[in-house]
Structure formats: structure tokens, C-alpha cells
């Protein structure tokens, strides 16, 4: 069992950076495979940018260029750094993570809200 835990959101003005983390109880392989998805209000639960496992990195459209994840095994997390942020960024952020190259996630985060004031 992996329990990750959110940190790191928070209210910003639009342009501005944010860097939500994602602690786990234990080390994340990047051969297998870590995202953060998102999930607006009245909106469905979209992937936000992946890293591992058999598909590779992937960000999604909106997002690239201006995000960037990344796993820092000394510190048991993964880091989502989000720049040049604009309102329809806002939303709650979930971290997820399997111990396996493809297939659904297995563990998920509680979320971590960001929200983005133009």
C-alpha cells in the first residue's frame, strides 16, 4: 500500500507560480508511473501531465511549456511546478501513482486546491 499526501496549493494571481507536492510513504519508481490529474468544479477529473511507465511524459495541451512534474526520490515525492498560471488552471489537484508500467492508477492523494484569480 502507497499513501500519498498533497501539499503545496493555494490561491495566485494569474501569471504568477505555484509548486504542489505529492508525499509518499514510500519511494516512486518512475518505472512505473506518477500523474497528477485535476479537477474543476462541474467538470470531469482530466490528466495533467504523467511521468514513467510504458507511455512516458506526457502534459496535456493547455498545460505545456508552462508545467513541469518531476520525482525527487530523496524526498519521496512529486512535484508539480506550474508557471505563467492563468484562471482555467484552477481546481483541485490529485496525485496518483501504480506500481506497474500501464493500466489504472492504484493509489491516489486527497487533492491539493489551487486556485488562479484573473
Known amino acids: 500500500q502507497v499513501q500519498l499526501v498533497e501539499s503545496g496549493g493555494g490561491l495566485v494571481q494569474a501569471g504568477g507560480s505555484l509548486r504542489p507536492s505529492c508525499a509518499a510513504s514510500?519511494?516512486?519508481?518512475?518505472?512505473?508511473?506518477a500523474a497528477w490529474y485535476r479537477q474543476a468544479p462541474g467538470k470531469e477529473r482530466e490528466l495533467v501531465a504523467r511521468?514513467?511507465?510504458?507511455?512516458?511524459?506526457y502534459y496535456r495541451d493547455s498545460v505545456k511549456g508552462r508545467f513541469a512534474i518531476s520525482i525527487d526520490n530523496a524526498r519521496r515525492a512529486l512535484d508539480l511546478q506550474m508557471n505563467s498560471l492563468k484562471a482555467e488552471d484552477t481546481g483541485m489537484y490529485y496525485c496518483?501513482?501504480?506500481?506497474?508500467?500501464?493500466?489504472?492508477?492504484?493509489?491516489w492523494g486527497q487533492g491539493t486546491q489551487v486556485t488562479v484569480s484573473s
Open positions: 496518483a501513482y501504480r506500481r506497474r508500467a500501464n493500466g489504472d492508477y492504484e493509489y
Open positions: 514510500q519511494t516512486m519508481y518512475s518505472s512505473f508511473s
Open positions: 511521468l514513467g511507465g510504458n507511455e512516458g511524459t
